[in-house]
């Protein structure tokens, strides 16, 4: 099969503002088995370079491809855009195969076929195994019934297969990278960079994340065979920025100290970021200098700053004495912390934006990067907030970065104006000044200097748009009526039964290890 698949293009600020990308690992993920079972396989990376929606239409018409495989990381965010894809490409590609995969299609399969006639299957959850299995199962004419995790349309209906069986073996697949020309794309600072994935998962249980159900359970790729791939990355194509998709990377302190010490045994100049937990990086105090040798130079620590009740609400399970010990283990190792400060919960009130800003400046993190908590179906804290009243109802802004849902005690303009005020203050405390222009340390002055360039024009960037293009909704639906009923119930996206080995993965084997519907 002549396989085309394409990222397309997203304006979010975590495309947009940095002025320079990292490759889409989700799609060199699904491609590299790809290639490996003998398809010929290309990437029309859109968002590299924020392709207009015709040029990509010409692109890929150009290139007759018997199936276009279509996905984006922003993936709730990018879907108003892969639904105009969608239909412009079907326009010039009429008999070719429209496959479309990630988070937000997992979740929302049925609304995405019956909104997308153009559409002939979704893959849900993981994409390796299931992608592969149904671009054998197109030229051989297997039934699709037969493979697990997707969904497509059966006498006219939405209809789905059985969870697939989780990857147990993440060692099993590799990733693409032949299908990237690694001078396109940087990060950091213009650092040549990859995402990479050590492993998929998160043991904890925040009642609002949207990935931890995703991947099911936390599985993890081999040290050694990881830190070798990261090794050649940097040697075979001078790949120098490592950043880790991993959720919780270090939730096994025995094979995280493992992977650090593969990862100096190759002996690479790396810069690397991750996001860790801070009570995980308390409990590494002893290894932390292992951290830095290995190339971490900052770390993303998810952080919630509300009132206890909502803190229990999340479940979050997060610490306040561990937050703040973490920040300090981390400056005295010289690894910069950049701490997220989450906003938009219902019981908020101005006095807990004054009280999170005192709480920052105790904290005294290198870096903040704010957030609006953004409920997605799939999770319990949609569940909780189902009642709440919609004031966003355009999708492109459902990224974390834009307030989704009505405060009871806040209107929308005063949290925005908090929050810029607190961003602005926290960001040029002398202190932060200094260590962003005088930090006597070469690395982490690098790493604040560019954080403060994107985040100047972030900063302006949001204003601009909130004034212009932003616009709320005083008599939008209840949260429950928007996106449809919960689906907490389906939140792990993959079957983790035992008895299902992906080894082999053939559809016969799936037919025959099928979970009961
Ligand atoms: C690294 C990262 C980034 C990086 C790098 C992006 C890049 N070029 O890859 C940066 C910092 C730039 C970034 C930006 C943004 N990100 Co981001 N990011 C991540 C992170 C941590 C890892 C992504 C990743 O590589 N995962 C590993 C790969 C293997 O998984 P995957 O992409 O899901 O792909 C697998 C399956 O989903 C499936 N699949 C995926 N696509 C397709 C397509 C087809 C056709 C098929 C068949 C299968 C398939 O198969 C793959 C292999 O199993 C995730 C969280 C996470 N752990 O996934 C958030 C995440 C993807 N980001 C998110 C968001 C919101 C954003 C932004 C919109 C934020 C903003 N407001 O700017 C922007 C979007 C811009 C962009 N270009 O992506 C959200 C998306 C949530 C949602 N439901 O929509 C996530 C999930 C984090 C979260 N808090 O929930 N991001
Ligand atoms: S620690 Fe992070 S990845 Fe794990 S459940 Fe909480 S928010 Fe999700």
């Known amino acids: 099969m002549k396989i085309l698949i394409l990222n397309p293009p997203h304006q979010a600020i975590g495309s947009r503002m ?105 893959v849900r959850g993981e994409g390796e195994e299931t992608t592969r299995l149904l671009m054998r199962a197109i030229p051989e004419h297997t039934p699709f019934e037969t493979i697990a995790g997707l969904a497509f ?11 697939a ?54 599985r993890h790729r081999d040290p050694k065979a990881f830190a070798a791939e990261l090794g050649r990355l940097y040697r075979d194509h001078g790949v120098t920025m490592i950043s880790f998709a991993d959720e919780n990377p270090t939730t096994s302190k025995k094979i995280w100290r493992e992977l650090l010490k593969e990862i100096i045994a190759q002996n690479c100049k790396f810069t690397m970021i991750a996001t860790l937990r801070a009570s995980d990086i308390v409990r590494d105090a002893d290894i932390l200098h292992l951290y830095r040798k290995a190339g971490f130079e900052r770390f993303l620590i998810g952080m919630e700053h509300s009132d206890p009740e909502t803190l229990v609400k999340v479940r979050k399970g997060s610490v306040i004495k561990d937050d703040r010990e973490a920040i300090r283990l981390l400056r005295r190792h010289g690894i910069l912390s950049l701490c997220t400060a989450v906003f938009g919960f219902n019981e908020e009130k101005d006095r807990d934006y004054w009280r999170i800003f005192r709480q920052l400046l105790v ?9 609006f908590v953004t409920p997605h179906r799939w999770t319990p804290f949609f569940n909780q907030e189902k009642d709440r009243k919609v004031i966003q109802m355009d999708q492109r802004w459902w990224d974390y970065k834009h307030q989704v849902l009505a405060n009871r005690y806040v209107p929308a303009w005063r949290s925005f104006v908090w929050v810029k005020l607190i961003e602005v203050a926290i960001q040029t405390r002398p202190k932060a000044l200094f260590r962003t222009y005088l930090h006597p340390d070469t690395a982490s002055r690098h790493g604040m200097r560019w954080y403060a ?65």
């Open 165 to 218: 069986p989780m990857i147990r073996n993440l060692d099993d697949y590799r990733v693409g990278w032949e299908l990237i020309d690694h001078s396109r794309y940087s990060y950091y600072g213009g650092k040549r960079g990859v995402v990479v994935q050590f492993s998929r998962g998160c043991p904890h249980l925040c009642s609002y994340c949207g990935q931890r159900g995703y991947w099911t359970r936390w």
């Open 18 to 122: 940095p002025g320079e990308m990292l490759p889409p690992l989700g799609l060199l993920a699904i491609g590299g088995p790809l290639i490996d079972d003998g398809h010929e396989v290309s990437l029309l990376d859109a968002d590299v370079d924020n392709l207009a929606l015709e040029a990509i239409v010409r692109a890929a018409a150009a290139h007759e491809p018997d199936a276009v495989l279509i996905g984006h990381n922003g993936s709730t965010s990018a879907h108003p855009t892969v639904v105009r894809l969608f239909k412009l490409l079907r326009r010039v590609l009429p008999d070719a195969w429209f496959v479309y995969g990630g988070v937000f299609p997992t979740y929302h399969w049925r609304e995405c076929l019956e909104e997308m006639p153009q559409v002939d299957v979704i």
């Open 363 to 371: 904290y005294d993190p290198d870096q903040i990067i704010t957030l």
């Open 453 to 517: 360039r994107i985040g100047r024009k972030v900063w302006l960037h949001e204003i601009w748009e909130f004034l212009t293009v932003v616009r709320f909704t005083r008599s939008g639906p209840k949260l429950a009526d928007f996106w449809g009923t919960p689906q907490t119930g389906g939140e792990e996206a993959l079957s983790a039964r035992k008895d299902i080995a992906r080894e082999g993965g053939t559809a016969q084997t799936l037919i025959e290890n099928r979970p009961a519907a």
């Open 153 to 163: 349309r059966r006498a006219g209906s939405a209809h789905a297969t059985p969870p």
